[in-house]
């Protein structure tokens, strides 16, 4: 049987690398990975060819070979500045073929694989393509490893994941929020203004999330770390936020990082910190 959405996929492969290279493979080669197997598996539609270019506006696509020639290309933009923006975009077309290429003939195209996407009519394939790439380059039962499901983390931590999975930091923070216990909150803003955000489950149920993508903008709170723009080198264990900066009942221990390639700031605010032991606020 074939395995059919996209988590399924990416642990079927990571099974198949599991017994081929063991747990110490990370961060695996998204190239070889995508050409060998869908090679063995797709000997007559197989993945030919992944290659760089100008493609301004794109971060990615995948192309059906010229007509007359079997199997299908991946292009990627070079011009992306990160290396690992780069591997994830092509983990995210590997997804496409995998889970798309049947109902998109023709091929897709990729704005921006490694964010939320703000189109209604393209967010359930750009999803699946980004669950895909983001499990496949981040097994979930090899990062609870790394940091338990119950456990504190800070930006060393997830760096530490980031660097482990060769993925950039945002993906690494996303991936730990798809299956921590710990009530926790991305919010990612642009010049001061809210962009877009994700909570983790145990936060949801708490009632403790803002819009996905704000509309209409919003500014975030004046003495938040996500509004001191000029800083660009904050602390990676956080700063204590009382409660009424970011949530009116709650204080939050406020991580954030700049990414300066994306020109954002994605604050990370994790909830229950004042209980936890290994949380070194204040
Ligand atoms: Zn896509």
């Keep these: ?12 492969i990571n099974l198949v690398l599991g017994e081929a290279y063991g747990s110490e493979r990370h961060p695996m080669s ?16 197989p993945i030919q060819m992944v290659e760089g270019g100008d493609f301004p506006g794109l971060e990615g696509m995948l192309m059906p070979a ?15 500045p990160s290396k690992r923006r780069i591997r994830f975009t092509l983990a995210h077309e590997f997804g496409h073929y995998l889970l798309h290429r049947h109902r998109f003939p023709k091929g897709l195209q990729c704005i921006n694989a490694e964010l939320p996407n703000r189109n209604r009519a393209l967010a359930t394939i750009e999803e699946e393509a980004d669950i895909f790439a983001s499990n496949l380059l981040m097994p979930i039962d090899d990062y609870k490893n790394l940091i338990g499901p119950d456990e504190f983390t800070d930006l060393n931590m997830l760096g530490c994941a980031a660097d482990r999975y060769g993925v950039s930091m945002l993906a690494a923070i996303r991936q730990w929020l798809r299956y921590t216990n710990i009530r926790a909150v991305l919010v990612v803003s642009e010049e001061g203004y809210f962009d877009w955000s994700e909570s983790s489950k145990a936060a949801r149920r708490t009632g403790h999330k803002f819009p996905s993508f704000a509309s209409p903008p919003a500014e975030v709170p004046v003495d938040s770390l996500a509004a001191k723009r000029d800083i660009t080198n904050y602390p990676k264990d ?3 936020m009382p409660a009424g900066i970011w949530f009116e009942k709650d204080p ?5 990082v700049f990414a300066d390639k994306y020109d954002f700031i994605a604050s990370l605010l994790i909830l229950d910190f004042e209980n936890h032991p290994e949380a070194e606020a204040g």
Excluded at 1 to 12: I, V
Excluded at 30 to 45: G, I, L, Q
Excluded at 66 to 80: D, R, T
Aim: proline share 8%; no cysteine; glycine share 8%.
């Design 1 to 12: 049987m074939e395995p059919k959405g996209p988590l399924e996929w990416a642990r079927f």
């Design 30 to 45: 998204v190239v070889e990975t995508a050409k060998m197997f869908t090679a063995s598996k797709y000997s007559d539609d």
């Design 252 to 256: 939050v221990l406020e991580m954030a």
């Design 238 to 240: 956080g700063v204590p």
């Design 66 to 80: 010229p007509e007359g020639q079997k199997g299908w290309a991946i292009f990627f933009n070079h011009q992306v």
